[in-house]
């Protein structure tokens, strides 16, 4: 079957001095146009309801309904009816951990792929690559695997950070974590910084929002790429080291 993705993966659901999803509301409207029921996956907090009741209430403004997976008895069924499926930020490992402990990995995987349109936010965004590996959370559950849904094939750094020239912090910075990465892995890196977010639709993959996003592949100086750009030729690829080869 042809894959008929549509996702939009967001790098953070609230930028500083808005409100929830206040950023994103025009590609989320575009992105679903009539398809108004959707599915909810909140397992990336501890507190499911809240999140749920945040979720819906702010959908419902755009005049999406929103129904909560923990609030329905077969959710896999929920998934599989839904006219859109919206996972939400949070922890990455938790998130993903719950994936598989609800079964739930596969009915995604489906959905999407027959054009079920995906918005995922922050890990929600991640968990639609390959791995969890870009995250920075830290491991507070350790799911079953790392591998996440792989509906696109590169991973997103969200929350992206430059490094500060003035900053006494001695840690790694983002942009060394992510290198530290491609050391062991192939699949190409967006880092993308808050308010910015891609949206993958017939084969296109486009950085939306008012930021350059920063693109890592293995062996490459890293790329700044304008938004509105097409980064399919970038990211719609993995890079095989030979053997023996070393960053």
Known sequence: MENQS????????????????????????????????????????????????????????????ATSLHDVANEARAIASAEAIFVGGGNTFRLLKSLYDHNLLEPIRRAVRAGVPYIGSSAGAIVAGPSLKTTKDMPVVQPPSFDA????????????????????????????????FLEENEAPVVGLREGSMLRVENGVTTLKGPHTARIFRWNQKPIETSPDSDLHDLLDCIQVRPAGAVV
């Open 6 to 65: 549509q996702l939009l993966l967001i790098s953070n659901s609230t930028v500083y001095g808005r409100g929830y999803l206040d950023h994103a509301e025009g590609e989320i409207r575009d992105l679903l146009r009539s398809n108004g029921k959707v599915a909810f996956v909140p397992y990336a907090l501890e507190d499911r309801g809240a999140y749920a009741s945040r979720a819906e209430q702010r959908l419902r403004a755009m005049g999406f309904t």
């Open 149 to 180: 849904l792989g509906l696109v094939p590169f991973q997103i750094s969200p929350h992206y950070l430059d490094p500060d020239p003035n900053s006494s912090h001695m840690g790694e910075t983002q942009e060394e974590r992510i290198m530290q």
